[in-house]
């Protein structure tokens, strides 16, 4: 059973608030100073789950895609390093100021190009834009069944059996390969690259492909061929005064407390 | 013409046969933008048992129903709904076509528009209409920074967040058309074989005027059971942090933030909760925040009206008793 993750970089999300500072006229985020940018924590995932589907077959390739600046070759390298086989990467300057649709359209033509395999995994959503819809496109644009927001998987014979979470619970949905599966954090942890994995995956080639490899136009990649344009990015304002509430005992604090609470009509 | 096209929802659990909350915000939400738009209002509705449901939705704004009713659509799978959902908009040919960001509609909506050959904006905020372009702010980068985006090509599909839109005020003299849709179900490769609820009793995180939540600062998942009798005594929901639900100290199905329920209630009770942006982007919309919590320094404080700087074991049972004299009282 062969599997192709989709990874992508990201700064990391779980750098502090104060860190986070955006450039309003370029409508770019600036680097926080001292914190790399990540894999995205929902990939990582994704590239968990495909080694445990994996074990369960027995044998197969996992073939990590990646498509971003040079430097996301570190977050190709971490899922080769957890135990991935292959690394691909899709780096231009031409690919930079694409959507969600140019990214998903490249992904495609580089999945069609390696083959499609059984498994397409996809983190639920990039923790940069927040979008979670370019695995469901890529889905679309290759006519594969689709589940998304998965907190497990597991195989069952020929089939895939995966455990979706909606708002109100879970929904167990079978399906045949190949297919796109999307991957959420209530998975749980991805592992840790051992050392001699890490040196490993160092030495590993990671293929490098531009549009023209994909047999795509310039016009079809990158800002020109996006359809969703940014027209503004800023930070909101969210500062409000906070009122603490202190006194001499717990109970004095607890009725002042519901006091300012019924002043304020909120009980 | 039809220049918005809602995709409805009325077959899910949470909505129990009703036209969900959701899009009868949506519809209000088309009805704004149509105003603007130049059109008219449509909406699809894809189930099972959808006569009163379809008069719900003219009666919220819709000009035009389309329904597909059948039993074999009584619950959501994207391989049934999406040829249909396909087929009213070619039908319908909106230039914008919204879905809630549901459960069902964050999976529909990027295949459909795909399918349709053009694009999404997920998760909007707020809508705003420039040209024929809808202007979609929405946030990213964990909650930390808001962007407004626009789909250049059409229709432009965009899912909404829940509560982010007013609905029209339900006017039972509206008139409308409903039109059956020719259902021919797709053999689905893809099938759900179970459904599992796993929604805490009592008050629904959603729908809660007030929210009770903890983090891992409790300490334990013991700690919840203080959150629940608090929250029984103010007729609150209990939700948690994305850390505890991961510590298995209450459902993921409670989470709130990013990748959790998105909630606004009148008042949020915070308990030793850090206030990391990604909580914060599913709870910020509340009109209040109380913030339990022993560090001065938490983030949270950025953003709670009223603080207590302490120890929540000891802080909780002063305060329940507090709540259970002015509960009594009012
Ligand atoms: C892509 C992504 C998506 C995410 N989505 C979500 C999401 O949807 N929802 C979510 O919640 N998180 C989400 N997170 C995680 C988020 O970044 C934080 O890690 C998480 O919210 C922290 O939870 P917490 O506040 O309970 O724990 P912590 O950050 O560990 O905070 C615990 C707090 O408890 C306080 N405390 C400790 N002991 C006591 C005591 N005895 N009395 C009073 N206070 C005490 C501490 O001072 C501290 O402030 C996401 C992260 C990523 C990367
Ligand atoms: N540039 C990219 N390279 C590789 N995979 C990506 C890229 N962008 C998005 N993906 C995949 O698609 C998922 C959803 O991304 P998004 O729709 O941008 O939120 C991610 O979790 C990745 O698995």
Redesign the pocket.
Known sequence: MDFIVCVKQVPD??APASAFKVDEAAMKLLPAPGIDPVIN??DAQAVEAALQLRDAAGQGAIRILSLGPESARDVVKQALAMGADEGYQLSDPAFDGGDGWTTALALTKAIEKIGVPDVILCGRQA?DFDQGAVGSVVAELLDLPSVTVLRAVALEGEHIVASRVVADGFETVRLPAPCLLTIS?EFGDPRYPQLRQIMQAARKQVTVWGPADLGLATDQVGAAGARVKMEALYQPKTETECEFIKADTAEAQADLLVRKLREAKIL | MTSVLVIGEATSAETAGALAAITKELLGAAVRLSADLGGEVACALIGADLETPAKVAIAAGANTVYVADHVSLAQYQIETYLPIAAEIARRAAPTVILLGQTSMGRDLAPRLATRLDSAAAMDALDLAVAGDRVRVTRACY?GNARQVVSVLTDPQVITVRAKSQEPLSQDPGRTGAVEAIEVEVAKARATVTEKVTAEAEGVRLEDADIVVSG???L?APEAFGDLERLAAILGAAVGA????CDLGWYPPSQ??????TVVSPNLYIA?????????M??CSGSKNILA????PG?N?FRFARFGLV????KVLPALEEAFKKVMAKS
Do not use: C, M
């Open positions: 999300p779980e924590p929902f923790a954090n | 964990g983090g891992r600062g300490g942090s994305r850390a505890a989470q709130v933030g990013l990748t959790g308990v030793a909760i850090s206030g990391a942006s990604q909580h982007a599913g339990i919590n022993k560090d938490a949270i302490d120890d929540y074991k």
